[in-house]
């Protein structure tokens, strides 16, 4: 008895990003930095292109957990930002709870730091609540590799779905014909290789012209 | 409440290669060039070998894409080609799904590039549909190991089974009796360490000839 | 059909741990030992700072096994201590299944020394006894990595949750309002990077206030 | 709806080796051939420990795949051989099912050379035709760690139960007080460093007489 | 006899930057993508804050080693730019050498695509000449670890320094109150951690002042 | 002509340690922080232990830097502390290099983060200034792992010697009857293993006296 | 005191294949086979390519080493080929070192299996007897990463100098205006990544003619 | 100015084995536990091959250290043992210098545990007292892979070469015809995949008289 293929739904879907924030950062090692925050911010940018309702937020701003990413205020000013009072799981905080339900949406997307604990949780209780759970792994940290494996094997059981950033991207936008040169510059601001394939192409088409 | 065995059965089988693709190629990372060129090349053999109706369909070909891989065309150059204008999940496009119709097999053995888009969203659509679908896993490539593991668990959870192309041709084959030199050949000719076995021993027979 | 969401549950946990022997740690070698220790230990010290019912078991401590983690005597010097004469599957001993029911919880959180014997058989049967059985898998170690992972999709496939010592922490927890100091030092104690940031915060606020 | 706990009972089992040959082990390269070999070995003298009927079977031994390892045939020297003229699947060669049948057992421990095919396809079999299997992983090998990770989820997801030689014999005994030494000689002639712990503990066990 | 050390110095100091293309990028396979290009970037903004002077070097722009990275373009404006017509050694090419020697420096920075050829061959020609050299490693790229591994040994045994363009920043500024704010800025912009670190500070800084 | 034997001599050596403060240990990548911590205040101990004359330094306290690892003040409490107004290198700073001339010693042993610079720029410079250098390379950290091995190449070309602590703390040692339970103690509180082997053996001896 | 820039000239190299038989194959393991095999067929096209005199050599070709790869012999019909009857240091057998003198040449390319012995040997008795020694890293194996490492830290120890063959090939060309087409089709050949970029190139410019 | 050729000499060469002990085995985490016994017992087969004058140290064989690997004494019966009271480095203990003088040999292949200290040790100083010095890297053992490396260069930077136990059987032997199946049952023991060179081809062969 397999799970059915929910697949996810640009006018359906929500994103949570999950307390990405300065000082947790420094306790992502399942992934180089580089790339962790390179996915992070192409999530929020994602966030951005597809205008998905997003919530934002954090435990502890103020404290040794340190602010929010400054990018993510940046690239999202008007999501709905929540500074969790001592909530670990941001579904306990009845806050947080609401903006979820004021999007109005069924599938949610969420990402955060860390793993196991900020993503986690949150998708655990969304799944109890008759959400469809999206997990975006590459833009979720955590300490270690095995740690991380053990949250996607408890993630996977309940019913959570695992994808990328760059997955969740192409299913939601479904047909290339719907905005060609959006979703290629959301590609090439954060795929080098991509990047390097536009360039390539786009130099060779000047000659073209000439 | 386990999934039942569902065997391969070459009169059953149909073959779709999603999106190996010159430009696509160098954004595939969780395996080295070499081998996975070589996977790719044997499943296209095996396909040729089994006499397998076989699908290709590219996506952008003319843009920063790129050309399907020539050696594809050469293999397989009576599969029906169809080149996508848009569509990010094949499954999605009317002409590559009547294609997968007009094979009229329930089995479906897929690869492409990225893993976690290319393959999986057809993939999970087929599932939907009803087909049997087996995932070749090393002649799927994507940007790294973690996308693929989480691509791997997605598909997994919906009732895909993983394969790689040599339990493929296995499976497909049941017994070397139905053709010693045939599955002998294709072997030798993408595993390195098969054909020293076969050269060693043809070697040593032809020194006992003497 | 996925599973529900058993959450951690402080007033219904108790903590197994089983085999933690000098002599037994090394053979572990899935883990740098530097960290293996950390987490034994930070488990042991999360046991005693929630108060969870604790039974500590060994097996053939006068012989090559060696004896219990000394430390784990001195942080829970009133756990009941179980030196099993022969039995392999710690369940299989009758004192250590009355001291298991004498803790009168619903909940196990299981580690131990090898993963795939003396965690896995325990919690497979504790399992099947109708418990809810969460394993603390960076607190668990055994020979390598294949057996690791071999034991996990055993455990997984069977019910129980992958979890490691941080996120059980976090579950048990549930909001660092019930105790933000004592949360803080359980962290800063067993998680270098936690204890940088509690630090560089706290230099921050002393020149605050200077 | 998880997996009820199918525990390995010493009179109810049987193993199955598959095509471990001279040739094939070539191929094997998802474990050092150190390991892979030690590993084969411990579970050839396990099933002569615990007396379990055993099946011996290969594919063209006469040709480049190698005859079958002979310290296999030293080691269980009464045990059927089954020489497959051709099935791939060992599961397909009638003599080789009646030897599967006259053991009697419904517990089948299966390991073989490669996994995704030797060991992959009989397991698939046996759990079809209701048998409980149990695979040897760490004395199964194959090309590389992506071929052997995708036929361990096909397996899993099939039913069958990941062990390792070690977990298998510590399931079977069940209680140390059975035999001691004899299993305690099993460990030591397989596990370096559980041989250490035994050499160090005789040692001073030694000094303590004097 | 070991090497004197030779100090980078920003008085006597030149960056070249050998075959940074779109196309040969996606050769690069010893590092990340992201981490990549992100070291790239950072040594040419590293070459424009300390003003050092950069020649820029690129073969067969126009055919399928593709166009320089454009960004290379934009943080450089004023750097000699050579197009070499085939020489692979860029020390071969006259014009190349008259824009090294034009820079007036004894000291070469040299980074590159393919570390083994474009890089490493002008370097030991840079020896040969009496030049100090010193390889960016970390914005030079190849196939492969062992390649690349092979590649730094002949340097190293011929003399050049193995440098990363963190270090090179640091050798070159040498005291932070040279201009805290400019390399603390060269900083964040491509070292996330570092990034982390002042937003937690300033984070904290700010609270102080209100 | 390779390098002559420079043997660490108690009597002759002094220990640097530069930059280990908080906010920087964030950037260490190289090795997971568990060890690095460890192997950071094994190397204070053993400088404590061996009564060697130690230097503290670090740059810009208070900035985003952080401030000093506290264990490293309590375990060496009468070390000078140089805090470094700004110089990168601390050999460029003249107060540290009073400090090191007071110590009155030929041999450096240095570790710092990060290992390319805080390490190697002092590593170097005393090399020039005719001091035997001697790195201890798992007390030093960096970024990522090729940074570390170009650091490597450079400073031994240069001619230090690559050591980690507890071939120093043997070095210097030489006999273990200059102090049996000294030096026991320190490697049990820094080598888990070695702390193993030394409570089975108490344990076994215990047992032996009654 | 460092090594000149000794560079490879095509008018005075010669290439040395060392044992690359179907036997001793089966022991390479520092390198998966796919790229292993294509490495040695590149090294060989490229001494057909440059007509570099080339010498085949063979230990016990009718033992278990089993025969010369027969893609060898095809690709070099004309070289020499000496089966040694014994010697395992190629440059004791006198038929092999008269057949090294008379190719006329000073600089020795070298590559075998195994790389400590097959090819360390030799090389270190051609610095011995005056000859330029260039390793060819990627088109040699052996049984394991640190026997290789151990073998390049001895060889570059004794003043080999450490290539790959693509870095050969492009130090012997020198000038892509020497043949553009022919090292094009070299590289397409045996770099798949490099194919691609030509593919995509080709492609492009047979839509602009259009 | 690079090393000249030191090659081994069977009639000029001893072999020290330093510290092989069952406790300190535990300490060994650079290679598993398989590969480094079998290339210990390879090494001590080797030496009695060879019939190389050997010598056997421990240090404290009645503590935490643990006795000597009991087949090393059985292997080498006649070796002289020298059981130090204190010294770390054997080469400060009196009977042991004697010991290696005793042999007459110039020529010292050690191997031990752990790699920087008991073999880098006597390494340094016997390099200083004139000797030639091989490293047996794959028999010597260490706590992770960056304490082996410092030690590689260490000691690489001293003279000291580095070969690995099959390395120096090949280059003590020189010719197989010396003894063909001396060398060959060397081989077969401690390396499986020559052993199922040797085991095909054999098995051939017995077919071929058939």
């Given at each position: 008895?397999?799970?059915?293929?929910?697949?996810?739904?640009?006018?359906?879907?929500?994103v949570?990003?999950?307390?990405?924030?300065?000082?947790?950062?420094?306790?992502?090692?399942?992934?180089?930095?580089?790339?962790?925050?390179?996915?992070?911010?192409?999530?929020?940018?994602?966030?951005?292109?597809?205008?998905?309702?997003?919530?934002?937020?954090t435990?502890?701003?103020?404290?040794?957990?340190?602010?929010?990413?400054?990018?993510?205020?940046?690239?999202?000013?008007?999501?709905?930002?929540?500074?969790r009072?001592?909530?670990?799981?941001?579904?306990?905080?009845?806050?947080?709870?609401?903006a979820?339900?004021?999007?109005?949406?069924?599938?949610?997307?969420?990402?955060?730091?860390?793993?196991?604990?900020?993503?986690?949780?949150?998708?655990?209780?969304?799944?109890?609540?008759?959400?469809?759970?999206?997990?975006?792994?590459?833009?979720?940290?955590?300490?270690?590799?095995?740690?991380?494996?053990?949250?996607?094997?408890?993630?996977?059981?309940?019913?959570?779905?695992?994808?990328?950033?760059?997955?969740?991207?192409?299913?939601?936008?479904?047909?290339?014909?719907?905005?060609?040169?959006?979703?290629?510059?959301?590609?090439?601001?954060?795929?080098?290789?991509?990047?390097?394939?536009?360039?390539?192409?786009?130099?060779?088409?000047?000659m073209?012209?000439?």
């Amino acid at each position: 008895m397999t799970q059915p293929y929910v697949r996810l739904d640009k006018d359906n879907a929500a994103v949570l990003l999950v307390d990405h924030q300065a000082g947790l950062l420094s306790l992502v090692r399942d992934m180089n930095p580089d790339s962790f925050r390179n996915n992070v911010l192409a999530l929020a940018d994602l966030a951005r292109y597809f205008d998905l309702p997003t919530v934002l937020t954090t435990s502890f701003e103020t404290g040794p957990n340190g602010p929010l990413m400054s990018e993510l205020k940046e690239i999202l000013p008007d999501a709905p930002y929540i500074a969790r009072p001592g909530q670990i799981n941001a579904w306990d905080n009845e806050e947080f709870l609401q903006a979820v339900k004021a999007t109005g949406k069924q599938q949610l997307i969420i990402a955060g730091i860390v793993t196991e604990v900020c993503v986690a949780f949150p998708a655990l209780s969304a799944l109890e609540a008759g959400y469809e759970v999206f997990i975006v792994t590459d833009a979720s940290g955590t300490f270690n590799e095995y740690t991380r494996d053990s949250a996607w094997q408890r993630m996977t059981a309940a019913g959570a779905q695992l994808m990328t950033w760059f997955g969740v991207a192409c299913e939601l936008h479904r047909d290339w014909r719907n905005d060609i040169e959006g979703l290629g510059t959301l590609f090439a601001n954060h795929i080098p290789d991509y990047r390097n394939l536009m360039n390539s192409y786009a130099s060779l088409q000047a000659m073209k012209q000439r």
